[in-house]
């Protein structure tokens, strides 16, 4: 547990993918400390028989990212009409920058409002550091408009 949350008594931690993993697959939603130590104790049996590279596989086909969207795939085709390995660079950055509060994301665009512009430009930038982007797809990628489809009825 690394921290209190302002205002409130519960406690607030920072968890690993393989942690939210354990907790998306074996655990449900209650917050107590047995629930984190269970959590610790499936992430350390995950990475022992799965490696870090399956984890994320996992991790990307279970996470949510929406309210009832979950997994790369489906907030891919819910956002973008499409798969995700037809998204363009500034479009993975949107559904990255989503990930610490996906409800809310969700929420702000549909409402029209700004998406996390700062947040997917530090991204774009990481892959530019990480050798996984080139720095002028990059520059195109912020410079495109984000278009998201509106949810169908």
């Given at each position: 547990l690394t921290e209190l949350s302002s205002g409130t008594e519960r406690p607030r931690g920072g968890s690993t993918i393989t942690q939210q993993l354990a907790k998306n697959l074996f655990l449900d939603g209650e917050r107590t400390i047995a629930r984190k130590l269970r959590e610790l104790l499936y992430a350390l049996e995950l990475e022992r028989a799965l490696g870090k590279l399956r984890i994320l596989e996992l991790y990307l086909n279970v996470v949510e990212l929406g309210p009832e969207i979950y997994g790369v795939r489906q907030a891919a085709e819910h956002y973008f009409l499409?798969?995700?390995?037809?998204?363009?660079?500034h479009e993975a950055a949107f559904l990255t920058a989503i990930l610490p509060s996906p409800r809310s994301w969700h929420a702000r665009v549909l409402a029209g409002r700004r998406g996390p512009e700062e947040?997917?430009?530090?991204?774009?930038?990481?892959?530019i550091n990480t050798g996984a982007l080139?720095?002028?797809?990059?520059?195109?990628?912020?410079?495109?408009?984000?278009i998201i489809v509106p949810p169908q009825p």
């Open positions: 499409k798969q995700p390995e037809y998204l363009a660079p947040t997917m430009d530090r991204i774009l930038a990481n892959m080139e720095e002028d797809v990059a520059r195109w990628a912020q410079a495109e408009p984000l």
